[in-house]
């Protein structure tokens, strides 16, 4: 599969645990994108990567925290975990990490469905 | 700081009717907009971006920048349309290529 790949598909854990989620972008895609998918906030932006270097920040909590590797795949941190942080977090790429004047379309993986108990 | 709303959570409609799901924004630039689409156990995909002024899968949608819309419009619903839509826009201006969403809406057709 050269799309956008994301692990693990399910996760569970308790309060107060770390996880990690991994994600491999689309073969040519240098630009990583994460967002979160809850309930009540719907599709946030979180965070964005390009060839290994920050791009761009959005609602990340400071308990999160991210990184984009040399091999360009992508992993999110999440730490001192609450009940609200049970969601489903997608992984996007794209090839560029910015508009040039228009969308750089982004290829969305399967996401990763966290559940906190 | 930019939003965008989309009022309904929920919308049915019979097969072969009309179907609108209605996008509202608020930003201050000029912004990029999209229609992204998630059918069962599928990936959120693209459906169309207001700059191509394409019919994609018999929907459209056109940039109304007076009253702030973009609602995506089909006139004959399909059984397949059933999926979860989201209206999202880009902030052109910033450079930025990340999306903003809205909450989405559940369009379900009904045989």
């Known amino acids: 599969d050269s799309g956008v790949t994301q692990t693990p598909k399910h996760l569970i854990t308790a309060t107060g645990q770390r996880v990690t989620l991994r994600c491999s972008p689309r073969?040519?895609?240098?630009?990583v994108y994460w967002y979160q998918q809850s309930l009540d906030q719907g599709l946030q932006f979180l965070i964005q990567?390009?060839?290994?270097?920050?791009?761009a920040k959005g609602n990340i909590l400071e308990r999160f925290s991210a990184q984009q590797f040399p091999d360009l795949h992508s992993e999110l941190n999440l730490s001192s975990l609450e009940l609200g942080d049970s969601a489903l977090y997608f992984c996007?790429?794209?090839?560029?990490?910015?508009?040039?004047?228009?969308?750089?379309?982004?290829?969305f993986g399967p996401g990763t469905r966290l559940t906190v108990l | 700081a930019q939003r965008v709303t989309q009022p309904e959570k929920l919308l049915s409609v019979f097969k072969g009717a009309p179907v609108e799901l209605k996008c509202n924004y608020s930003?201050?630039?000029?912004?990029?907009l999209f229609w992204y689409v998630q059918y069962s156990r599928q990936r959120l995909q693209l459906l169309l971006r207001?700059?191509s002024r394409e019919s994609i899968k018999g929907f459209t949608a056109d940039l109304n920048k007076g009253e702030t819309s973009f609602h995506l419009k089909k006139p004959f619903a399909q059984e397949e349309d059933s999926a979860m839509y989201y209206c999202?826009?880009?902030?052109?201006?910033?450079?930025?290529?990340?999306?903003?969403f809205g909450t989405g809406t559940r369009l379900t057709v009904i045989p």
């Open positions: 990567y390009y060839n290994g270097e920050e791009r």
């Open positions: 999202a826009l880009i902030r052109i201006q910033t450079g930025a290529n990340n999306l903003f």
């Open positions: 996007a790429s794209s090839v560029r990490g910015i508009t040039s004047g228009t969308y750089n379309e982004q290829f």
């Open positions: 207001h700059i």
């Open positions: 930003y201050s630039g000029s912004p990029e």
């Open positions: 073969s040519g895609d240098l630009s």
